[in-house]
């Protein structure tokens, strides 16, 4: 029968493949969770606990070598509140997801990584005399805000502010509005007074995703493929115009019968190739055989 080949089966082994933002999600997620575990079995806090020296960044960390904290500290979050993580899955999801339309998996993937990095050197630059200590994934989440912005910058959005009410914005004013908290918060309360909130790192995120941004927009991603720019114009290059060999001959009408099979080969070469196809010579046939007909 038509249903027993092997071609009229569904397939019903293939999976939906799990995207990379949910997996991130994820990751973050499970990190939170196991953070919490560790600190509730060693009875410790954060900046006392191992997790401290060898994953959260820090200038004693980085100057004893472990650099790979500049990335690791994204997988830890504040051990007081559930908001710190919140607020940066939210972040993540809403921004990541419009990233991920626009751009791809592979520009959201990257721009988390180059942002955080980012993030981190800027915040070593303030406080490389300090002992400070910085976790989340906050400034990984600026840096999708700033490709999201960057790329759209005009077209307008819907926030929550705090998350009841809602206020449309054009993302350009969004990106500005966040660049100068940053900034006031970093010059007027992280450097004088050592606020809880790291500014810079969300400062040096934003500055990680404004510099991706500038590779994306000429077609190049964090490893130098190319990629489809989606910033170029498009040139619709329209097909090219079938070529009709005009004949070069002038038509002699003696009477109605050959005028109106004359007139039927016209309309039928109008019908093929168009109006534009015909020659003078043949546009005069069709005015004099208005003339004619009606007599």
């Not at 490389?128 to 910058?153: E, I, K, Q, T, W």
């Not at 109008?270 to 003078?280: A, E, K, R, V």
Request: glycine share 8%; hydrophobic share 45%; net charge positive.
């Amino acid at each position: 029968m038509l249903y027993d080949r092997p071609y009229m089966k569904a397939d019903y082994s293939t999976k939906k493949r799990l995207g990379v933002l949910p997996w991130v999600l994820i990751i973050l997620i499970g990190a939170y969770i196991l953070e919490k575990i560790f600190l509730t079995i060693t009875n410790m806090r954060l900046e006392q606990s191992a997790l401290m020296l060898n994953i959260a960044l820090s200038t004693e960390a980085f100057k004893s070598g472990k650099i790979w904290t500049l990335f690791t500290y994204a997988f830890l979050h504040d051990d007081n509140t559930i908001f710190h993580i919140l607020s940066n899955l939210l972040g993540i999801f809403f921004i990541g997801r419009m990233v991920v339309k626009i751009f791809g998996e592979k520009v959201f993937l990257d721009t988390l990584i180059i942002s955080t990095i980012t993030g981190g050197l800027v915040y070593l630059l303030f406080h490389f005399s300090s002992n400070g200590l910085v976790v989340g994934a906050s400034a990984a989440a600026m840096g999708l805000l700033a490709v999201f912005c960057l790329a759209r910058p005009d077209e307008h959005i819907t926030l929550l502010l705090y998350f009841i009410i809602p206020i449309t914005l054009k993302p350009k004013w969004v990106l500005w509005g966040t660049t100068a908290i940053s900034l006031m918060g970093l010059l007027f309360t992280e450097i004088p007074r050592g606020s809880g909130i790291a500014h810079s790192a969300h400062l040096g995120g934003l500055v990680g995703g404004f510099i991706y941004y500038q590779m994306i927009s000429k077609g190049k991603t964090l490893k130098g493929f190319r990629i489809k720019n989606p910033f170029g114009k498009t040139t619709a290059t329209p097909p090219p115009k079938p070529k009709v060999k005009r004949p070069n001959y002038t038509v002699n009408i003696e009477s109605k019968d050959k005028m109106r099979k004359e007139v039927d080969r016209i309309l039928d070469k109008i019908n093929t190739h168009g109006f534009g196809s015909l020659t003078i010579e043949e546009r005069r046939v069709l005015d004099q055989a208005k003339d004619l007909l009606k007599k």
